[in-house]
């Protein structure tokens, strides 16, 4: 069965630290890749994609995840966290056809 | 254009009863999906339809019912309530394959 994981249920970094969110995805075929952010009582917004090219993605409010497949992994990063960036971050993989796989979740606290 | 909405945005329901949540999209995208979020377990695909007149069942179907009769419109329905349905719902469509999938804002159901 896919799956994806996601380690660390719970990150805290402080404001203006770097942000590092993992995810793992467990097949050789390489999947289209996605990060959502949740934030609270909403629904979820894309960050980035990784669908064929370059294998750094950049997406909105200053993240960006590196595509590894050598690694079978997709970590989501930020240089400098922001006070703002504090969320639940989700990682998803999309193989053939049109199904979603998500990760658990990973939520992000940002002291200030 | 209003996206994907999702109508209740809160319901509470009592052990036995039926509903059913409502998805609707103006975006034209022939694929939508109804997802549950539980604390620690990520998105779980309950549905899916690829077009008008066609679903299939996700990764946790057992339950729910839903019937595509139009593009635009994916409801959901729940025969007869169990507390274990207590979850927030999120409707979600894609336009075609590698593309991003679009949330809606949420249905939060509490089961009594």
């Known amino acids: 069965a896919q799956s994806v994981t996601q380690l660390g249920s719970h990150v805290s970094v402080s404001e203006g630290a770097l942000v590092l969110l993992r995810c793992n995805y467990s097949?050789?075929?390489?999947?289209?890749l996605f990060w959502y952010v949740q934030y609270p009582n909403q629904g979820l917004q894309l960050l980035l994609k990784?669908?064929?090219?370059?294998?750094l993605v950049k997406g909105i409010n200053g993240f960006e995840a590196e595509f590894k497949k050598s690694e079978t992994s997709f970590h989501l990063t930020k240089p400098s966290a922001h006070m703002s960036d504090a969320a639940e971050y989700f990682c998803?993989?999309?193989?053939?056809?049109?199904?979603?796989?998500f990760g658990t979740g990973t939520s992000l606290t940002v002291i200030p | 254009n209003a996206g994907v909405t999702q109508t209740p945005k809160f319901q509470v329901l009592k052990t036995g009863q039926s509903m059913t949540l409502q998805c609707a999209q103006d975006?034209?995208?022939?694929?939508m999906s109804w997802y549950r979020q539980d604390p620690g377990m990520g998105l779980r695909l309950i549905h899916y339809?690829?077009?008008?007149?066609?679903?299939d069942q996700g990764e946790v179907p057992n339950g729910y019912n839903v019937s595509r009769s139009t593009t635009e419109d994916f409801p959901l329905r729940l025969l007869s309530a169990a507390p274990s349905q207590t979850s927030v719902y999120f409707c979600?469509?894609?336009?075609?394959?590698?593309?991003?999938?679009?949330f809606g804002p949420g249905t939060r159901l509490l089961v009594l």
């Open positions: 990784y669908t064929t090219g370059a294998t």
């Open positions: 097949s050789s075929v390489p999947p289209y």
């Open positions: 975006m034209n995208h022939e694929y």
């Open positions: 998803a993989v999309r193989y053939t056809g049109n199904q979603f796989y």
């Open positions: 339809s690829v077009g008008a007149g066609i679903t």
């Open positions: 979600a469509t894609i336009q075609g394959a590698g593309e991003t999938q679009y």
